[in-house]
């Protein structure tokens, strides 16, 4: 089983996580920040992806710091349970509506880390939490997890739908991808024998 836990700490967040990239989508989620667990739960469930939280975070101040440092530790925890990636389909993609939004997620799970973020929102603020922070998210998840991640809403006019059609995408393209290929079992999917962080 493909199993890691992290634990976090800095003087403005505490976070624990643990993975099970071969779960059933079991999550146990708790940040402080109500609509950034609803999407975490979404990754976890959609994903398959057994997944559990806990941050106690500077909230006092905002949810900058919890938001991109769940990310990071999600993404540590992520990359650990990948090990060397022996067997992993490597790519994946999707296309998930929400009602009238519309969202593209392609990952490439290359150990290269980069994002490509064209999400646009019209407001602000998504209850409290600002929407700014979901591209820091997305960010600081990539740059742990060792994924390249392409996102893209196609259309769409609430923000509430883009940014968790976004989210379901990321959880369907990333359980496509780290999916063990019976034909390749054992193999690193790479001309190179190694998936590392050198071009």
């Given at each position: ?93 999707a296309l998930v509506p929400l009602d009238e ?99």
């Amino acid at each position: 089983m493909r199993q890691a836990r992290i634990e976090r700490k800095t003087k403005e967040t505490e976070i624990s996580v643990s993975v099970n990239l071969d779960g059933t989508g079991k999550y146990n989620v708790s940040t402080g920040i109500g609509f950034l667990d609803h999407m975490l739960e979404q990754l976890s469930r959609h994903s398959l992806m057994d997944l559990e939280v806990k941050a106690k975070g500077d909230l006092h101040i905002d949810f900058h710091h919890t938001t991109e440092d769940s990310g990071i530790a999600i993404g540590e925890a992520v990359n650990k349970a990948l090990g060397d990636r022996k067997g992993i389909t490597r790519f994946g993609s999707a296309l998930v509506p929400l009602d009238e939004a519309l969202s593209q997620v392609v990952v490439d799970c290359s150990n290269r880390p980069y994002l490509v973020w064209k999400v646009n929102f019209t407001r602000p603020k998504l209850g409290d939490m600002d929407t700014e922070l979901f591209k820091e998210w997305f960010q600081a998840f990539a740059q742990a997890a060792g994924l390249t991640l392409h996102v893209e809403t196609l259309y769409g006019d609430n923000n509430h739908h883009i940014v968790e059609s976004a989210y379901k995408g990321l959880a369907r393209a990333f359980r496509t991808a780290i999916t063990l290929d019976d034909r390749a079992l054992g193999v690193v999917p790479s001309t190179k024998g190694v998936l590392s962080s050198q071009p």
